[in-house]
């Protein structure tokens, strides 16, 4: 090997090799961080969720205002089992007493999420 050579093969170790792995560590450094922040993108998901539930009943009547919308939105607590105890008691507070045919289907939406959420295991 001439000097020639050996330089030129010390600077791609130095130009990319080098670089490359500098570069995966940092994203290795910066999934993880991300994975730190997950449980607060998840908290914040379920409250905005709460709440966007708690907006769609009406204060006065206790009625559904939108109820494709309210049913689809009770459907997705089911992804937020780390909230179920909180879920549940939200679920158990609602009364839908309407004849309409979305009422109906809220109203099964509510019994069919609120024992999904009851089957779930409490993790060991």
Not at 15 to 22: D, H, K, L, T
Not at 45 to 51: D, E, F, G, M, P
Not at 55 to 61: E, F, I, K
Request: hydrophobic share 50%.
């Amino acid at each position: 090997m001439t000097t020639f050579e050996a330089a030129i093969i010390a600077i791609l170790a130095v130009g990319f090799v080098i670089p490359a792995w500098v570069m995966a560590l940092s994203f290795r450094e910066r999934a993880k961080a991300m994975r730190v922040e997950e449980p607060n993108k998840r908290y914040f998901a379920y409250a905005a969720l709460l709440q966007s539930l708690h907006a769609q009943l009406d204060p006065q009547s206790k009625t559904v205002r939108n109820g494709p919308l309210f049913a689809a939105t009770v459907r997705e607590l089911a992804n937020y089992p780390e909230y179920r105890s909180f879920s549940v008691l939200f679920l158990e507070e609602i009364t839908i007493t309407g004849t309409r045919k979305f009422d109906q289907v809220v109203r099964a939406e509510l019994k069919a999420v609120e024992a999904q959420l009851l089957d779930i295991k409490e993790p060991a």
